[in-house]
């Protein structure tokens, strides 16, 4: 399929799946020629207070979250690593650095997300291969949306700019980390969050 003159490969794919991530990267190197850029973006959640956790709802976000970003990396490496270039941009979360009660499961995955790109950024540098995080806040996304009138206006009084992001902007984010304007920036986590984890 092309749109705007871009060849598109839509893939379905469950990022638990180690198999199925290997799979992807074959595929997408199988049918467009190469592999330049990888990023990260499944997530799910799971909210609800510890005490009323089940260790479903805790592996759900863990695996999906966590495990995939290890999952289609760990396919992708090799590639990037041979090549000697490739960018990967890993979307974490504000709740990873300035995680809201009742998101132990979600919080847990989002930190880790942070630690594995800058544990990966220092390992890759060395290729010319560099690896960032963003770290939304509250997105106006279907995931918003669900948010009740009340916890809305709760969470719009947290954020300094006093309204909640849009999905363009954080899709400039990562352009920027994707483009050669952000050469010489690997390992950092960006927060776009209107000034919520000042």
Not at 20 to 42: F, H, W
Not at 137 to 151: D, H, N, P, Q, Y
């Amino acid at each position: 399929m092309k749109i705007l003159g871009r060849r598109v490969l839509p893939i379905q794919l469950d990022v638990r799946d180690f198999e199925g991530a290997k799979t992807l990267i074959d595929t997408v190197k199988n049918e467009l020629g190469q592999l330049d850029i990888l990023i990260n973006n499944a997530g799910i959640t799971k909210d609800k207070s510890l005490m009323m956790m089940s260790q479903e709802d805790w592996s759900a976000v863990i695996d999906t979250n966590l495990t995939g970003v290890f999952n289609t990396t760990r396919a992708s490496i090799i590639t990037f690593l041979k090549q000697k270039t490739g960018n990967i941009v890993n979307i974490s979360s504000v709740s990873g650095i300035h995680p809201l009660a009742g998101q132990v499961n979600y919080a847990a995955a989002k930190a880790g997300v942070i630690g594995f790109t800058k544990s990966l950024a220092k390992e890759v540098a060395p290729y010319n291969i560099r690896v960032n995080a963003v770290a939304p806040g509250f997105i106006s996304t279907e995931m918003t949306a669900a948010l009740g009138e009340k916890a809305r206006d709760k969470f719009l009084k947290m954020i300094p700019l006093q309204r909640f992001g849009t999905p363009d902007e954080v899709a400039k984010v990562v352009l920027f980390l994707l483009s050669d304007l952000s050469q010489y920036i690997t390992g950092q986590t960006i927060q776009l969050d209107g000034g919520l984890g000042i």
